[in-house]
């Protein structure tokens, strides 16, 4: 019987941590999926803080002896369970701008999978002297991690689901047919624009002249020169976005172009209650 298996389990888990870690902090501002909320800090410095605790938490995984190092592995996964069960419906920024997807069942059974895997590693009793055997399975656990993340990538494959609530509708396509109640007050963007777009430059500069409040309201993932809007916008060109509500759920249909994706940032909800001028910007938002 393999006698350091407590060892190589708690050191699997700390090779995810190590990936997520580093992509929260190097990942830019504008690249990350980070969901807006009061609960939690917003970019960049809710990322930085998030993927430091895991670079720190995966660090003290693979260094220190015995069960200390699986009780730390069971109360970041436990924790990261907490976080996605919390988060569902809401976009993912697990691992930075990598995976672009929304916070599914796929994400909260991972992370209690590693919470499992720490708790019996934690019971088997983890040695005090098997640093090496721990490196050398976190870092292939690592690599395995990061080679799913850039397959996935690379195929253009949405991990967990596309943005909107997994079980809600998300609206494709430019019909009124399809929109949403209009009185539906948006409370989030979604926003995708790209490298090689010169009318998404513009737009951004559009976005940092807002206040503050709204530019937190908009989820920005930027596309690298020759990469395909997912699956789920396809017809449309870039700039692209589509509204959420308070409960995660697409709002209208997606729409595209600055002046569209313009007014549907004006239209987000910051504080104050649903009024006609916002209904008369969702109706324009529907014909856009």
């Given at each position: 019987m393999f006698s350091a298996w407590p060892d190589a389990v708690v050191a699997a888990a700390a090779g995810p941590l190590f990936v997520a870690g580093a992509a929260k902090v190097l990942t830019p501002e504008d690249s990350t999926n980070w969901p807006a909320g009061r609960w939690w800090p917003p970019a960049p410095f809710g990322p930085r803080?998030?993927?430091?605790?895991?670079l720190g938490a995966a660090t003290a995984v693979v260094?220190?002896?015995?069960?200390?190092?699986a009780l730390v592995a069971l109360v970041v996964y436990?924790?990261?369970?907490?976080?996605?069960?919390?988060l569902r419906g809401r976009t993912c920024a697990?691992?930075?701008?990598?995976a672009r997807s929304t916070v599914g069942p796929l994400h909260v059974a991972c992370?209690?999978?590693?919470?499992?895997?720490s708790l019996a590693a934690l019971a088997g009793g983890p040695g005090t002297a098997q640093g090496g055997l721990r490196a050398v399975v976190c870092l292939a656990a690592a690599a395995v991690t990061l080679a799913v993340l850039l397959v996935a990538d690379r195929q253009g494959l949405v991990l967990g689901g596309p943005p909107g609530r997994p079980d809600g509708p998300l609206l494709t396509g430019r019909s009124d047919d399809a929109a949403a109640d209009p009185t539906e007050r948006v409370h989030e963007v979604l926003l995708y624009t790209s490298v090689a777009c010169p009318s998404c430059k513009?737009?951004?500069q559009i976005l940092d002249a807002m206040e503050p409040a709204?530019?937190?309201?908009?989820?920005?993932t930027v596309l690298d020169e020759g990469e395909q809007l997912p699956d789920f916008l396809a017809g449309l060109g870039v700039p692209a976005a589509f509204g959420l509500n308070a409960t995660g759920e697409a709002v209208y249909a997606p729409v595209s172009g600055i002046g569209a994706v313009k007014a549907l940032i004006e239209s987000v909800t910051i504080g104050a209650p649903v009024s006609i001028t916002e209904t008369a910007v969702g109706d324009a938002v529907r014909e856009g």
């Open positions: 803080l998030a993927g430091g605790a895991e260094a220190l002896p015995g069960r200390r190092a436990a924790c990261l369970t907490l976080v996605a069960h919390t697990c691992f930075g701008g990598a992370t209690a999978a590693g919470a499992a895997a513009s737009l951004h709204r530019r937190q309201a908009v989820t920005t």
